[in-house]
């Protein structure tokens, strides 16, 4: 079935760089997305990378894919504490583009 | 407005009864979802209307649930009968249109957090 599991909690200092990590099963899916959920605000979309790209980098942030291996991360670098918030994974899977399969969230904590 | 409007933001109720929660697109957005997210979860899928009719229902766990957008803008979710376990943050996201989910374009409201005594 379709699954996108999670770390649950990364802490790293101020100014280092983060990496989030991600598993997914249905290889079927054409679009991965990172969303980001701050406190007390709705999900907004962080990036997304379509499935036959390796890398995108968009300013501070690095997805990489590995399709094979179905496997994607998402690098923050020069990590503020502004950055602090829960980062969710999600996948189209085969259920279309308009049914979005999340996974549980990483809890990023930015410590000075 | 500028952004999704989701009402009420927080809802207590006791078992057994009924429950509507309120979502305003924006303004121009054909799409509107609803997604689920209980505690320590990620949002799951429940339903997405394209324009004033249901597309996909298939997230909805069961016949007490129960969503409609009879004008194309703001839907309603209800539901009836509350159970415990029904308690969770409903989050109501639109796009433009259905298409605007390839690029991942789905914008969130605050959510409405629901809790079943």
């Known amino acids: 079935g379709e699954d996108v599991e999670q770390s649950l909690f990364l802490s790293v200092r101020e100014g280092d760089s983060s990496v989030i990590n991600c598993t997914y099963t249905d290889s079927s899916s054409t679009y991965l997305y990172w969303y980001k959920q701050e406190p007390g605000a709705g999900l907004q979309l962080l990036t997304y990378?379509?499935?036959?790209?390796d890398m995108k980098q968009d300013q501070r942030l690095t997805v990489l894919l590995n399709k094979k291996d179905k496997h994607l991360s998402l690098r923050i670098a020069d990590t503020q504490t502004g950055d602090s918030a829960i980062y969710f994974c999600?996948?189209?899977?085969?259920?279309?583009?308009?049914?979005?399969?999340f996974g549980a969230g990483t809890r990023l904590a930015v410590h000075p | 407005g500028a952004g999704v409007s989701q009402t009420p933001s927080n809802k207590v109720t006791e078992k057994g009864k009924y429950v509507e929660l309120r979502c305003d697109p924006i303004?121009?957005?054909?799409?509107l979802y609803w997604y689920r997210q209980s505690l320590g979860q990620g949002p799951e899928f429940l339903i997405y209307?394209?324009?004033?009719?249901?597309?996909?229902d298939s997230g909805l766990p069961n016949d007490r649930f129960f969503a409609v957008r009879p004008e194309g803008s703001v839907s309603t979710l209800k539901i009836q009968r509350t159970e415990r376990g029904d308690s969770a943050v409903y989050l109501c996201?639109?796009?433009?249109?259905?298409?605007?989910?390839?690029?991942?374009?789905?914008?969130f409201g605050e959510g409405s957090r629901l809790t079943v005594l």
């Open positions: 209307f394209q324009g004033t009719g249901a597309a996909d």
């Open positions: 990378i379509f499935s036959n790209m």
């Open positions: 996201a639109s796009s433009q249109d259905a298409t605007g989910t390839i690029t991942g374009e789905l914008f």
């Open positions: 303004s121009g957005h054909t799409a």
């Open positions: 999600a996948e189209t899977g085969g259920g279309g583009y308009n049914k979005l399969i």
